[in-house]
């Protein structure tokens, strides 16, 4: 089973301790008198990247960190603080525990033995627990263990009422994320609604937090699931893809069995296409096992108890994706009503409350934000003083010659005053780069090629001409062979590098006394020689260049 | 432009082995002691050539034709071939390969006796017999009935290329830039070499000779102030352009659309600016404008006597001979041997100025475009550049006899070449400041009748130099093919005085001519 980690509730037990939630963990940090408080940040540091860096399944990540900072930490420190986490893993939870930490599996009835229960104590290791379980069924209690101050306040017969699905408290009014003092807290127990849907990138803070996870939302598999005559168009090839890969362990067969199955059960109320019993995708299934399922099916948890998935199929209602409705629970709204099973499901807009509400007033955009204040000289020269370069890629290597000209490494004589280049020792210096030659055009006129340029018949049309990195040279083509964006001149270094840019019929070069034409391969960077002709659609224009090259 | 003030010498505080130290920056003669101290490793060589151009090369001939071992002599250089820095300025200024040299063709680097010459040369090599002739007559003509007989580029090239492998000039040449030369405690000098990156071990390597020679030709060259000034400022480097660096574009924009040109200067490179701005003119049937701008004007025949004159016309001076013929003939070059110092200044001040050689070709193209008005000459000095109105062309402000005056054109071909002080050569600086090198009266290198730099001797070592950064010596026209050879014998046979080299007497000179004709080694 696929439960989305996160929309799983939490219920905070008070207490002094630090609980934290964050996408895909929860956990205890303990602050008894003495510890030492950065110990705790660190901690939580460490927490929040493992979560950071895959919030759908930190749980191994987290416990390779927690373990490496641990033995760090008392290798240098002494005595960490003791501290546990559950985190979402692959196939269910990961946990882990230091110190006087315990994490314990609570459910409403004595429906399952007190020894299959899960019960793991962190002071009863050496050094850590650590465990990957599958979802229990019931809700996790993890707690400090503060036997001493008798603070563990939670009678057993309370947490076990909190323990069910519908407890005492609304399940939105639960702990979603961040950090907070507590003594404990529970979570879960995992309802089938909140098994994560296929869509992947669902934020995790999505509505179902808001909604709790007896509500019917549109995060929950029935938004998504084959709503007949309207989610068959949904289920798009990712989607399917995605989720045949996630549903491997549930296997198609019990997916597409039920589905056959739905299918018949409305096989008069709605029409169903033929092929959606083979393109329900398993979350559909997931969902279904609030339908009565075949107790076989593997993986699916044993069936809890008390009518939470005895609920039979609403007859005839086409709505056989439902969450069920528990029994008993006094926030649940009654099961939508037969007739309207797509309005019912329909995801809500973004505006649109979910609870009742008066509905927000439609105000006026907000201004344009006010354009940058233009720097004075004064800012500019002082950045300039700082070595801040306004365009780092306007910057080159190369060697000053005795008059303090910059010039290319590789020519013979200043380009600025005509020195001799062989007089100074070579030590580059970096400094902004001059002009490395022209581009004289057919038509006589000429570019200047002091920055890179995209050549074409309509340049503004490329992305970096629209961001202002390249600039543009429009050129007129009535014969269709030049393309929109047919060229780039690239100045690299001290070359000048023509690159061909996919246009449709080609760019081509000829050296100065050749009467052929080369064709460059798209992409291809071309460095241009001094008097190199190229040709762009029926246009063509001479690189030139006078820098000082013997050879 | 930069005076005496030296240069700044780059001592880092931190200096790593094999690098020069503070010590060695601050000592003019420096002990084997010191050098070891810095960690540079030092090669023993007889004889080290700075520079590796055609000077270098030259000299390297005549000492191997001498008889010196190639083991025996080191070229220090950045260049792969002695012509590299000629060919590239020849060809930017408008001479490639298949074009004719303006100078004159009575030496040939690749030849030390000078015969054949080149214009028998090409005779010989001829597929036809007009191709055969034509050499033949013009020198026999020349100059009454024909201009003078020059070689093409290409020619002096190739034959420089076979005489090179001849004598096995590469096996002398090691790469890198030469950083100074200095006198060694106890005769000799130092040079240091600054090998390429990763090349060698440390980043100097010093070379302990007896004898140095220094050709390392022009410091570069010196673009007008009010020429830098516009491409700094307006960063544009496409408008106003120097007639000895790649341009061109210039003469492909022109091609494209109809423009106006103006040349500056009336040397021999604005000639040949001019005779390829009017050649693509005629070729293309362009509209090509040209606006000539002379700082000294000539009118007409000029000199300080009848005995000293020289042809003029239309702004332009031509030469009485070609170069460096005109200022090396006989009486000419015995007076100049026994000039010294305001003398020898004042001497070179009336042969000196911006000259040209006569050719018809190209002036008959000026006559033709003075007469259909697209060609105009003018006298005047440039002020200051400035684009043209919407970035378009170039504004020249000019001063004339007339007053102030404004120009618009879409280009400007710079063709005064002027050269830059020998300051600015760190070498030549570090010879004036830590060798006791001086200035002749044209503020160059001051040599001897022998070519060895004055004051700079290092007993029993001596230290020579040849080429343009000498000019101004006894001897005019050192920056020529001839020049560079007379120097070359020069100092030959000084080194054989000295008894480094047997002097090459006339029998072992025939046998090596003749090894020459038949291409064999030495």
Request: charge should be neutral.
């Amino acid at each position: 089973m696929k439960v989305n980690f996160d929309d799983v509730p939490a219920r905070v037990h008070p207490g002094r301790h630090h609980l934290v939630r964050l996408p895909g963990v929860v956990a205890i940090i303990r602050t008894d008198p003495g510890t030492d408080p950065d110990a705790a940040n660190d901690l939580l540091e460490r927490i929040q990247t493992s979560s950071r860096t895959a919030p759908t399944a930190p749980g191994r990540d987290l416990a390779r960190q927690l373990s490496i900072w641990l033995s760090r930490f008392e290798e240098t420190n002494g005595v960490a603080p003791g501290f546990g986490s559950i985190s979402a893993s692959e196939n269910g939870v990961a946990i882990f525990l230091y110190g006087d930490i315990s994490v314990t599996e609570r459910v409403a009835d004595a429906a399952t033995s007190p020894e299959e229960r899960v019960a793991l104590f962190g002071k009863d290791a050496a050094f850590t627990v650590d465990r990957l379980l599958p979802w229990p069924a019931g809700a996790l209690q993890l707690i400090a263990d503060d036997d001493a101050d008798g603070e563990l306040d939670i009678p057993e017969h309370a947490a076990d009422a909190l323990a069910s699905a519908d407890g005492p408290m609304p399940a939105w009014a639960g702990f979603h994320r961040g950090v907070t003092p507590g003594g404990g807290l529970l979570f879960g127990p995992v309802t089938d609604h909140m098994s994560e849907p296929a869509v992947a990138d669902v934020p995790a803070t999505s509505g179902s937090h808001l909604a709790g996870p007896d509500v019917p939302v549109p995060s929950g598999p029935g938004a998504h699931g084959p709503v007949p005559g309207s989610s068959a168009t949904l289920s798009s090839a990712a989607y399917d893809a995605e989720a045949m890969s996630d549903g491997e362990a549930m296997a198609a067969e019990p997916a597409s069995g039920e589905a056959v199955a739905d299918g018949e059960a409305m096989a008069d109320g709605e029409p169903m296409a033929e092929g959606a019993g083979a393109q329900v995708p398993p979350p559909s299934a997931a969902a279904g096992s609030s339908v009565p399922a075949p107790p076989s099916a593997r993986a699916v948890p044993p069936p809890p108890p008390s009518g939470r998935s005895v609920v039979p199929p609403a007859p005839s209602a086409g709505t056989p994706v439902v969450p069920p409705p528990p029994t008993g629970a006094p926030v649940v709204p009654p099961p939508p009503s037969a007739g309207t099973p797509a309005a019912a499901l329909a995801p809500p807009r973004l505006s649109e409350l979910i609870q009742d509400g008066p509905p927000e007033p439609p105000r006026a955009p907000l201004p344009p934000a006010a354009p940058a204040p233009r720097q004075t000289a004064q800012q500019k020269a002082a950045e300039k003083a700082a070595g801040v370069k306004e365009r780092p890629q306007d910057y080159v290597q190369g060697f000053r010659c005795s008059r303090k000209h910059l010039n290319d490494p590789r020519v013979s004589f200043c380009r600025v005053c005509g020195i001799r280049m062989d007089q100074m020792t070579g030590v580059l210096v970096e400094e902004r780069r001059p002009p490395l030659g022209l581009l004289v055009l057919d038509v006589g006129a000429t570019f200047v090629l002091d920055d890179n340029y995209v050549l074409g018949r309509n340049p503004e049309s490329d992305a970096a001409v629209r961001e202002g990195t390249l600039r543009p040279v429009r050129l007129d083509d009535t014969s269709g062979a030049l393309s929109r964006v047919h060229a780039e001149i690239r100045l690299s270094g001290w070359d000048v590098v023509l690159i061909d840019r996919g246009s449709a019929n080609g760019t081509y070069v000829a050296a100065t006394d050749e009467q052929s034409w080369q064709r460059l391969a798209p992409n291809q960077h071309f460095v241009l020689t001094p008097g190199t002709h190229v040709r762009v659609g029926q246009r063509t224009f001479t690189f030139e260049s006078s820098a000082a090259r013997l050879r | 432009m930069s005076g005496d003030q030296p240069l700044p010498q780059s001592a880092a505080p931190t200096t790593e082995p094999g690098d020069l130290t503070p010590e060695l920056i601050d000592t003019d003669i420096w002990t084997d002691e010191m050098v070891a101290r810095a960690g540079i490793p030092v090669v023993p060589v007889p004889f080290v050539t700075v520079g590796g151009g055609i000077g270098s090369f030259v000299t390297v001939d005549y000492l191997r034709i001498y008889g010196v071992p190639a083991q025996q002599i080191v070229v220090l250089t950045g260049l792969d071939v002695p012509w590299q820095s000629y060919e590239y300025l020849t060809r930017v200024s408008q001479i490639p390969r298949n074009e004719r040299l303006r100078s004159d063709s009575q030496s040939r680097p690749d030849n030390i006796w000078g015969f054949p010459s080149y214009a028998l040369s090409e005779a010989f090599a001829a597929k036809s017999l007009k191709e055969f002739v034509w050499p033949l007559w013009n020198v026999f003509t020349e100059p009454i009935l024909t201009n003078y007989f020059t070689p093409r580029a290409g020619q002096a090239f190739s034959s420089m290329e076979k005489e090179m492998n001849r004598i096995g000039y590469l096996q002398s040449v090691r790469k890198g830039q030469v950083r100074m030369v200095r006198r060694r405690a106890g005769g000799g000098y130092y040079t240091i070499l600054t090998p390429p990156a990763g090349a060698a071990q440390t980043k100097r390597i010093a070379y302990q000779s007896q004898y140095v020679h220094i050709a390392i030709g022009y410091p570069g060259l010196r673009l007008l102030k009010d020429l830098q000034d516009y491409r700094e400022r307006y960063r544009d480097p496409t408008k106003v352009v120097n007639a000895y660096e790649p341009h061109e574009q210039v003469y492909d924009q022109l091609r494209i659309r109809p423009g106006k040109v103006i040349v500056r200067g009336g040397g021999i490179v604005a000639s040949r600016v001019l005779q390829r701005l009017i050649d693509d003119r005629d070729k293309y049937n362009l509209q090509t404008e040209i606006l000539q701008v002379f700082r000294t004007f000539y009118t007409g025949p000029h000199g300080k006597d009848i005995f000293n004159r020289r042809p003029g016309g239309h702004g332009w001076a031509y030469q009485g001979f070609n170069y460096p013929k005109s200022v090396w003939g006989g009486q000419l070059k015995e007076k100049m041997a026994k000039l010294e110092g305001d003398a020898r200044a004042q001497a070179y001040e009336e042969m000196g100025g911006t000259n040209t050689p006569f050719r018809k070709n190209w002036l008959e193209q000026l006559k033709r475009g003075r007469s259909q008005g697209w060609y105009r000459e003018m006298q005047g000095a440039f002020d200051s550049l400035r684009p043209g109105p919407n970035g378009a062309g170039v504004v020249v402000a000019m001063s004339t006899q007339h007053g102030a005056l404004e120009e618009y054109a879409d280009f400007v071909v710079d063709c005064t070449g002027l050269e830059a002080d020998i300051r600015e050569s760190r070498v030549l600086a570090d010879l004036l400041d830590h060798s006791g090198a001086g200035r002749n009266p044209k503020g160059r290198l001051d040599v001897n009748k022998q070519f060895e730099v004055i004051g700079t001797r290092s007993r029993p070592g001596r230290l020579y130099a040849s080429g343009s950064s000498t000019l101004g010596g006894p001897f005019p026209g050192v920056d020529t093919f001839l020049g560079l050879q007379i120097s070359a014998q020069e100092i030959a046979d000084d080194l054989a005085r000295l008894g480094f080299v047997k002097r090459l007497g006339p029998g072992r000179s025939i046998a090596q001519w003749w090894r020459w004709a038949r291409n064999r080694p030495i």
